[in-house]
């Protein structure tokens, strides 16, 4: 039976962790998860709601040493609960949140450790970590289907080992001196599952506890981390901290996924953040698969046992930490063995009356308008059956843009764009209802949409 480490740290002393700017050593971190694992509850299936990173990743540890599934649902909604609990009726919750008010049986994580003290491990000899079975499914994510019902994808230990170390080995990170990884994304989202608890328990290096939103605070954390270090983050939260109006910290690394990023703000995060930028490509179906330097390259480069094959207008990923031949939800140009170009997403087309453009080339337009702090078009109604695969009935957009009114921009836009693509209604907001890692649902939207009709209506009464 194959098996790998759970963590990759060469002696007890090696810090794994830091909070605050303090470190938590490898051996540390061990004690505390067999001391977890042997006090969970029956149910094989756990939803780690843990707040703070290293908490989060004890947690995960302590349920692979107890051959228990972690759950990673793409939200926490109550629907989304409803659904899970009818996925896995003998799932419970382990958090750290006092306020946690989810609708499953809760373990809480800090009273599992009333009267422990982990012993004191030297900070010399080499560290026993314990083996997981390869094959051991250690985590179920979820992604929504068209249905709204959570779709399962399954992840075994070994091919997650086998996704982080092909990272890890990509970024540098295996060699060399060990990076502090600090984290603007939740541990339970995929890119940070991946690229800051995995990651760092994987290729030697340290996570960071805190997970900071604002941009003092991110500032705050990067500079409370020891060098080298990373910034493992969004598009979304690199343009607020390079729009900050002061001086950022630097960095020697700084990874974004989860939304294609421009060339502009690549290099200007670069510029400022004084490091190399990294964009990873990937999806909670199949992981991370690609990386580009995007200031200086628009082309891809695959993992390098994975491989991409085109089906019609339909490309698919393969191979190496891959479970299973997956359809993947973008366009793309298959360039060779080992690269390929993005050109955008499937769902990102828009066709109205008889003209094309897309959402993404529609929110360039209109975030470059001066003013403008944050805009997106979206759908405000689902396309019918005569719209077509890529159509749409109804185009709003939402926008912050302080100072300025929704007839001047209207009036901007008419200049960048065909008015057939103006939006109706354009709703003018004080930000827009980004989840976590800085996306936005398109439930969300379409409620401001609404409320917006709504009130249009209750004024005209």
């Not at 939800?329 to 360039?335: K, Y």
């Not at 209109?366 to 890529?390: K, Q, R, Y």
Request: charged fraction near 20%; aromatic fraction near 6%.
């Amino acid at each position: 039976m194959n098996t790998s480490a759970l963590l990759s740290h060469d002696s007890p002393g090696a810090v794994l962790a830091y909070r605050g700017g303090a470190p938590l050593t490898a051996g540390h971190f061990l004690a505390e998860a067999e001391h977890l694992a042997a006090g969970l509850p029956p149910g094989r299936h756990v939803l780690n709601l843990c707040t703070d990173r290293y908490h989060f990743t004890v947690a995960f540890a302590a349920c692979l040493l107890a051959g228990k599934v972690s759950l990673l649902p793409s939200t926490h909604t109550t629907e989304m609960i409803a659904q899970l609990l009818k996925f896995a009726p003998d799932a419970f919750c382990l958090t750290d949140d006092g306020g946690c008010r989810v609708a499953l049986p809760r373990v809480d994580y800090a009273g599992r450790f009333d009267g422990f003290t982990p012993p004191a491990p030297g900070s010399s000899g080499v560290l026993r970590a314990p083996r997981i079975p390869d094959e051991q499914l250690a985590a179920i994510v979820f992604t929504s289907g068209s249905t709204g019902a959570p779709i399962p994808y399954r992840k075994t230990w070994g091919r997650l080992v086998r996704c982080v170390r092909a990272g890890a080995a990509r970024l540098e990170l295996l060699a060399g001196a060990r990076h502090t990884l600090v984290g603007t994304v939740p541990a339970q989202h995929m890119y940070g599952f991946e690229s800051t608890v995995l990651l760092a328990l994987q290729s030697g290096n340290a996570l960071t506890a805190e997970r900071p939103f604002y941009p003092a605070d991110v500032c705050a954390a990067i500079d409370a981390a020891p060098r080298p270090r990373a910034l493992v983050s969004t598009p979304v939260h690199l343009r607020t901290l390079v729009a900050a109006g002061f001086g950022l910290p630097p960095l020697d690394l700084i990874l974004s996924a989860t939304a294609p990023l421009s060339a502009e703000l690549a290099r200007s995060a670069e510029l400022k953040f004084q490091g190399r930028l990294i964009e990873i490509y990937g999806s909670t179906e199949t992981g991370q698969i690609a990386t580009r330097r995007t200031a200086e390259a628009t082309r891809w480069q695959l993992w390098p046992d994975v491989h991409l094959t085109g089906d019609g207008d339909t490309t698919f990923a393969a191979g190496g930490h891959i479970e299973q031949r997956t359809a993947l939800c973008d366009v793309i140009e298959i360039l060779g063995e080992h690269e390929f170009l993005l050109l955008g997403r499937t769902v990102d087309l828009v066709n109205l009356a008889g003209k094309r453009s897309s959402f993404g080339y529609l929110n360039a337009q209109l975030n470059a308008i001066p003013g403008v702090v944050d805009g997106v078009f979206f759908s405000s109604a689902p396309a019918d059956e005569h719209a077509g695969f890529t159509g749409v009935t109804r185009l709003a957009a939402a926008v912050v843009a302080p100072g300025l009114s929704a007839a001047g921009l209207i009036d901007q836009l008419r200049e960048r764009i065909d008015p057939v693509f103006l939006p109706r209604p354009l709703l003018m907001v004080e930000r827009l209802p980004r989840n976590a890692t800085g996306k936005l649902p398109l439930e969300a939207l379409q409620a401001l949409a609404r409320e917006y009709a709504r009130q249009r209506g209750s004024s005209c009464n």
